[in-house]
């Protein structure tokens, strides 16, 4: 079974994915990695030339071949907006959630280039598209983590958890 990183942009799902990878001795996949190699396009260039709905389907392939590995995967903070992902989600009983507070999340994205759902926005728009996502997050994680502060306690706290539910 797969432990999926689930969560807004900027929570830090990428970054958590690594480290959990190296400490639990597990593969890793970035899913937008997977969509870049495979398209040899960058995300923001996928976006332009092809569209976000064309961006979603290669998003829900990519989700498609991993999903029943034994490996770590880091989604995009869009996942959940296609609805037969949201079903595969549910599906999988490790989905964690990697969230932080909407103001250290726009701080981290802002005139980040390489995230086109969150160039030229105001914060008032990231906090309405982190507010309309957060329930469907909500929806399919099994624990929480937030990704505040020193990002190896976040890794911490999600391998601790992970093996004490191993045990019971
Ligand atoms: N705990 C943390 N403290 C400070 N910066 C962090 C932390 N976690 C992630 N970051 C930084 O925030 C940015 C977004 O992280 P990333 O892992 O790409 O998030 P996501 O994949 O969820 O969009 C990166 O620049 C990363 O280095
Ligand atoms: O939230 C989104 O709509 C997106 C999030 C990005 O991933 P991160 O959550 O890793 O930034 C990436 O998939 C793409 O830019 C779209
Ligand atoms: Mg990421």
Redesign the pocket.
């Known amino acids: 079974m797969a432990i999926v990183?689930i969560?807004?942009?900027?929570?830090?799902?990428?970054?958590?994915g690594e480290l959990l990878s190296r400490k639990m001795d597990l593969p890793f996949i970035?899913l937008d990695k997977a969509i870049v190699e495979k398209e040899n396009l960058s995300i923001p260039e996928i976006f332009e030339k092809y569209g976000a709905s064309y961006f979603r389907k290669l998003e829900h392939d990519v989700l498609k071949t991993y999903i029943n590995k034994n490996m770590i995967i880091?989604t995009?903070?869009g996942i959940i907006e296609n609805p037969n992902n949201l079903e595969i989600l549910q599906k999988n009983n490790l989905n964690i959630w990697?969230d932080t507070n909407i103001d250290t999340v726009y701080n981290?994205?802002v005139g980040d280039t390489n995230?086109p759902n969150a160039q030229n926005k105001s914060f008032e728009e990231i906090k309405e598209l982190y507010n309309s996502r957060i329930s469907r997050y909500n929806e399919i994680a099994y624990i929480k983590v937030y990704?505040?502060?020193?990002?190896t306690l976040?890794v911490q706290e999600i391998h601790n958890q992970i093996m004490t539910d191993d045990e019971n």
Do not use: P, Q, W, Y
């Not at 969560?7 to 970054?15: D, E, H, N, S, V």
């Not at 990704?147 to 990002?151: A, K, L, Q, S, Y």
């Open positions: 990183l969560g807004f942009m900027g929570a830090g799902k990428t970054t958590i970035d880091a995009g903070g990697v981290r994205i995230r990704n505040e502060h020193d990002v976040s």
